[in-house]
């Protein structure tokens, strides 16, 4: 691991500390999975921009390291599927996503009939943000019980 990378590590882990937050590295490493198989030429960008872009960014401490992560994610979203990224809020309403994300879930809805894709979780789902993301991410159609 490079020293650029560590900081980088070690900088997001801060930030997912002081927020409270999830560590979105898991699900994106399953997006570049799904990517290398569906669009090599799109995991190669995003490999790029991971290493071109993303761990200097964050390395820096000049940006939001949580900020830029889902960026991140929403990049590996649109290289899966064309479609547009949304921030729910707490009550359930889906609005454009613009950063920072905060306490809101972060969907990407593809314009074709694919399930959303996860971008960004906040620290704790409200019940309406787990019925969004059961019913658009799961694809379940029951509540939880």
Not at 60 to 71: K, M, V
Not at 89 to 102: K, L, N, Q, T
Request: aromatic share 6%; net charge negative; hydrophobic share 35%.
């Amino acid at each position: 691991m490079t020293d650029l990378t560590a900081q980088a590590d070690k900088l997001l882990e801060e930030a997912l500390e002081r927020a409270g937050a999830r560590d979105p590295r898991q699900f994106y490493r399953e997006r570049l999975r799904d990517l290398k198989r569906e669009n090599p030429v799109g995991y190669a960008e995003a490999i790029a921009y991971y290493t071109d872009t993303l761990i200097p960014q964050v390395a820096s401490g000049d940006e939001d390291a949580l900020e830029c992560w889902t960026e991140y994610g929403r990049r590996l979203a649109l290289a899966l599927t064309d479609g547009r990224t949304v921030a729910v809020d707490a009550s359930g309403r889906a609005s454009p996503y613009e950063a920072p994300a905060g306490d809101r879930l972060v969907l990407h809805i593809p314009d074709q009939g694919t399930r959303a894709l996860l971008v960004g979780l906040p620290p704790e789902l409200s019940s309406a943000q787990r019925a969004t993301y059961d019913v658009l991410v799961s694809g379940k159609l029951k509540a939880r019980t």
